[in-house]
């Protein structure tokens, strides 16, 4: 594993309750079911070589951080640091899962400020160069979902302004219409003003982020 230097999404490989050891009547087993259940997906991805495992196991954790009932679990087992550490590797796909968890993690308030104290927001704005377009509409989602008013100054800076006034600009719908809620909710007129002059001029690339090509 390389070292790591919004609405919700769900991926491929959903599994129910009952699937991973819970069921109707059964409610006082699920955490500790869930809990051996989750623990043995991590130690499986952590063992296996195969890229294509890896890939299927991420989407499974991903999908599980859809559920809140699931956080506990999840926290103990440290999987939002496991997502955190996808978003630089060299394989696209362990991106799109990596963000997508966490998009779905920072919906919780104890799971967003565990993202905030890893040092996590430089890693989501990263992921807005991704070509691709899931990646990106996680992590601009994520940077919703860990703007606070201690970390705005991070999450809103020029830099992710000026993307996210290129998106918005963009013809996919999805794209412009998120980047839109993210410049008209979380950034102050002043902000968007002043990233609209530096932009000027810098049609390739915000300062410090390569943009997706449109």
Do not use: W
């Not at 006082?28 to 809990?35: A, E, I, N, Q």
């Amino acid at each position: 594993m390389t070292s790591r230097r919004a609405s919700k999404h769900r991926y491929s490989c959903t599994l129910g309750p009952t699937e991973y050891g819970c069921s109707t009547g059964m409610d006082r087993y699920c955490v500790s079911d869930k809990l051996e259940y989750l623990q043995g997906l991590v130690t499986e991805f952590q063992d296996t070589d195969s890229e294509e495992a890896k890939e299927q196991i991420l989407a499974n954790l991903a999908n599980f951080a859809y559920d809140p009932r699931n956080m506990e679990a999840l926290q103990m087992l440290q999987v939002t640091e496991l997502f955190l550490d996808m978003l630089t590797e060299e394989n696209e796909n362990f991106v799109e899962f990596g963000i997508g968890g966490l998009c779905n993690l920072s919906m919780d308030r104890e799971c967003r400020d565990q993202i905030l104290q890893s040092g996590g927001i430089p890693l989501v704005t990263g992921c807005l160069s991704s070509q691709r377009d899931e990646t990106v509409l996680s992590a601009i989602t994520t940077l919703m979902n860990l703007t606070t008013a201690e970390s705005r100054s991070q999450t809103t800076d020029s830099a992710v302004v000026q993307c996210m006034l290129r998106f918005s600009l963009t013809q996919n719908p999805r794209l412009s219409n998120l980047a839109t809620v993210f410049l008209q909710d979380y950034c102050t007129q002043d902000q968007v003003d002043k990233s609209r002059e530096l932009l000027q001029g810098h049609s390739q690339s915000a300062v410090g982020i390569p943009l997706p090509k449109d």
